[in-house]
């Protein structure tokens, strides 16, 4: 009979909560879910960007190519259903294969795609369709979505009178996961309506949308194991999608395939002139993965020897692209593990000198002082850290030791409890954060 009702009331909630739902500004279909506000929207977006940015080694320090693609994804996106998102853009330092865009505005492509792209609207498309996804508003709808019927499954499991019970974890956890932006992914559906609204952008900004099957086609190769690109692990590719973006040019631009996209723009020497030269400079970043890829080995077995052909590596890049301050901040992780600190502290201060916003120089550079016991030097990196990583617990977690050793029991809490916020339940950190929190907690009483 209680399982019943039980069953009932849920149904009940169910019933009560399907007008609560998110409409598509592209489609104006409405989605069920919790409606999110373009304001909220937008600071979930903003919250997330340091974060994933940090992940992704920062921006590309080249601000001519930076202006280049940002002014062509800027002028898109004023071309799109929502053209007064507060929109950016930025091309991220890292080798992956990637792109994505956030909610709010915040787009982004990853060095390892933007080279292997052969035209302007090529990068055109594929930003079209990272357009498309702020633009039919598909992270919100999840995270509405999962919020909502997580709420639902925590009130039901808190009527069924079991605080501990699965049903009542499984809502909560489903309600968190609206903040858990990195753990989303796209949909088929949601996928294909990106790709349409990609054609659609691409063509009102003037390019030639024929250009994106060709995208599709060049990472058909690029599949596969472990070289699979992850833009294609979170981009579902098959000849179907394929074979519906053509049919959508076909359907809504007939006149492109009948004039051969006259008036439309597929290169241009600017674009073949910028991408050359960040292809030339992509070697040099071959060479600093192969060595990255060579430190993971050897710190694992300390073969010094090892370690010294990682450093002559990364001096290598250096010297040939001597701008980059990932290769010298490479290489001070690299003189960390050799014991060879005030080295290292150099070339990590000379890192976070060329490019205040890459994350491992000042996260090192907090390291280092907290072992030579500077806790002013440690809060002052640690606290820029974590405004580049907001995520990340180490920062927080030097911070709070730091402070601790200081005396400075309730600001070393405060840290502590952000560390628990952030570290996995199974690390050292947060094994030792939990416990010095307690021991804290019984001292000021």
Not at 36 to 51: D, F, L, T, V, Y
Not at 114 to 143: P, S, W, Y
Not at 226 to 240: A, E, G, I, Y
Not at 264 to 270: F, G
Request: aromatic share 8%; with cysteine; hydrophobic share 40%.
């Amino acid at each position: 009979m209680r399982k019943t009702t039980f069953l009932v009331l849920v149904a009940a909630a169910f019933s009560l909560l399907l007008p609560a739902c998110i409409t598509d500004p592209v489609t104006g279909e409405s989605v069920f879910g919790m409606p999110i506000s373009e304001q909220e929207e937008i600071a979930m977006g903003m919250q997330a960007a340091p974060s994933f940015k940090a992940q992704y080694e920062g921006a590309y320090p080249d601000e001519d190519l930076q202006r280049y693609c940002g002014d062509i994804v800027l002028r898109m996106a004023k071309r799109t259903h929502r053209p007064d998102l507060p929109w950016n853009f930025t091309i991220l330092n890292s080798s992956e294969v990637n792109a994505f865009a956030l909610p709010g505005g915040t787009v982004c492509i990853t060095r390892g795609l933007l080279h292997r792209l052969d035209t302007e609207a090529e990068f055109a498309c594929v930003m079209g369709h990272e357009l498309g996804h702020v633009n039919h508003k598909h992270i919100a709808q999840d995270i509405g979505r999962r919020t909502l019927l997580g709420g639902i499954l925590a009130g039901a499991g808190a009527w069924v009178g079991r605080s501990d019970s699965e049903l009542a974890r499984l809502g909560l956890s489903l309600g968190a996961a609206g903040g858990q932006i990195l753990l989303l992914g796209y949909s088929r559906e949601q996928e294909a309506e990106a790709d349409r609204s990609g054609v659609e952008y691409a063509v009102k900004a003037g390019y030639d949308p024929r250009e994106m099957p060709k995208i599709f086609e060049i990472f058909k190769t690029l599949g596969g194991g472990r070289d699979t690109p992850v833009w294609l692990r979170s981009h579902p590719l098959d000849d179907d999608r394929i074979r519906a973006v053509k049919r959508e040019i076909r359907k809504k631009y007939p006149e492109i395939l009948a004039t051969d996209g006259a008036g439309l723009v597929r290169d241009r020497p600017e674009w073949d002139m910028r991408i050359a030269r960040l292809r030339e400079a992509q070697k040099v970043y071959d060479v600093y993965d192969r060595a990255n890829a060579e430190f993971a080995k050897a710190a694992k077995s300390g073969d010094r020897s090892r370690l010294d052909g990682v450093l002559a590596k990364l001096k290598e890049c250096r010297a040939r692209l001597p701008t980059h301050a990932l290769f010298r901040s490479g290489a001070g992780v690299v003189l960390y593990r050799m014991g060879r600190k005030d080295e290292a502290r150099r070339e990590f201060r000379q890192a976070a000198a060329m490019q205040d916003d890459l994350f491992e120089p000042h996260l090192y550079l907090a390291q280092l002082a907290f072992e030579r016991r500077d806790t002013e030097a440690v809060l002052r990196e640690a606290r820029r850290a974590e405004q580049l990583y907001p995520d990340h617990p180490t920062p927080f977690y030097l911070e709070a030791r730091s402070l601790d050793r200081q005396g400075e029991l309730r600001e070393a809490a405060a840290r502590y409890r952000e560390v628990l916020k952030r570290a996995p339940e199974k690390s050292e950190t947060y094994r030792y954060s939990a416990r010095r929190l307690r021991e804290i907690r019984e001292a000021i009483r």
